[in-house]
């Protein structure tokens, strides 16, 4: 499925090809030649674009799939913690449906006595410069499930306006 700009584009596109369409239909055009010609480069553009929408939706499928199906458990959050995607995985590590651990803060996750240290080290990982992995053993707790020692790797991913879209995060239950 093509994103906002993608959409934009292809609408724009059929908007100037359908009223080229129909000035040539009218046949009223002097300039019938240019119309043609003008009309074969927006049908080969057009021919580019789908064919281009059909390449970005595979690959985001195949990304879809492996963020879904990796091994290890895999969280996205904001950069205050708040969980915005989450694999099997870590749904698995958490004893819980991803689903439901979409909004909410990964904090929660975290036993009382030690959410303090990892509130601490969540702001630290989100100003590391970009690229920068933090790591950390803390403790996390699923909702139905023991407390549990797990490492963690996290990785600010920067926005192009300099502010911090979200972070990434690898988790893995250690002894």
């Given at each position: 499925m093509p994103d906002n700009d993608s959409f934009s584009l292809f609408s724009s596109v059929k908007v100037v090809r359908d009223l080229m369409r129909r000035k040539l239909d009218d046949g009223a055009s002097q300039a019938q030649g240019e119309l043609?010609?003008?009309l074969q480069e927006i049908e080969a553009l057009w021919e580019e674009l789908r064919n281009?929408?059909?390449v970005l939706a595979s690959e985001r499928q195949r990304y879809?799939?492996?963020?879904e199906y990796a091994p290890d458990a895999y969280l996205i959050t904001d950069s205050h913690g708040t969980v915005r995607e989450a694999n099997r995985a870590a749904a698995e590590?958490?004893?819980?449906?991803a689903r439901?651990?979409?909004g909410r803060p990964l904090v929660n996750m975290v036993p009382?006595?030690?959410?303090?240290?990892f509130r601490a080290r969540l702001v630290r990982a989100s100003a590391q410069p970009e690229g920068e992995i933090s790591a950390w053993r803390g403790?996390?707790?699923g909702p139905q499930s023991a407390a549990f020692q797990a490492g963690f790797r996290v990785r600010a991913l920067p926005v192009p306006d300099?502010?911090?879209?979200?972070l990434c995060w690898l988790v893995r239950r250690v002894d």
């Open positions: 043609e010609a003008g281009q929408s059909h879809s799939e492996f963020f590590l958490l004893g819980v449906p439901s651990l979409e009382e006595p030690a959410r303090r240290d403790a996390l707790q300099g502010g911090l879209a979200s």
